[in-house]
């Protein structure tokens, strides 16, 4: 057979921008572990937490991530008004662009930022699966590597969602 001379357009790479807000109110010592895992796949973080979480606002600074107060937890007897914290995050975004929503006991796949550079539809991505607290202290002393909890795709593991604010 003769081969074709036709080439079929790949996507564009394009530098996208990525946002990322993270609400932790009560989950400070899941942040001191995820936030120096996740700092770089972003272009900002802001972290979503109440104003006395004096720990939350150290963890923030030492990974120049945007602490961003907010005293609306238990707004109207919610439980937990976690869409308000939210929005509160989504206010301060800069760019505007891709943002990443997600708690704070997620930590994403190596891939993640060349996966999302290099598509045009985007429905979810890999992160890893770690079972415990005890795991995550032994992945923040050195005692475990990441790579050795399981890369896992779906529900039921930890919040964490990609949306496009400019529909493209």
């Known amino acids: ?41 972003f272009d900002n973080i802001f972290v979503v937490s109440s104003y006395d979480d004096d720990e939350v606002k150290k963890i923030c600074m030492e990974n120049d991530a945007i ?21 509160e995050g989504i206010r301060h975004l800069i760019y505007k662009d891709w943002v990443v929503f997600m708690d704070s006991d997620i930590i994403i796949k190596e891939d993640f930022r060349d996966m999302l550079n290099n598509i045009d539809n985007f429905y979810g991505s890999f992160r890893r699966f770690i079972p415990s607290f005890c795991d995550y ?31 493209k």
């Open 67 to 87: 602490f961003i107060p907010y005293s609306h937890f238990n707004k109207d007897g919610a439980k937990f008004n976690k869409g308000g914290a939210i929005n």
């Open 137 to 167: 202290e032994n992945l923040k002393n050195g005692n475990k590597n990441k790579n050795e909890f399981e890369a896992i795709e779906g529900s039921g593991c930890g919040f964490w969602q990609v949306v496009n604010l400019q529909g």
């Open 1 to 41: 057979f003769k081969k074709s001379s036709v080439t079929w357009p790949r996507p564009k790479k394009r530098k996208r921008k990525i946002e990322c807000i993270i609400v932790c109110k009560d989950y400070s010592d899941y942040l001191a572990i995820s936030l120096p895992e996740n700092k770089k796949y």
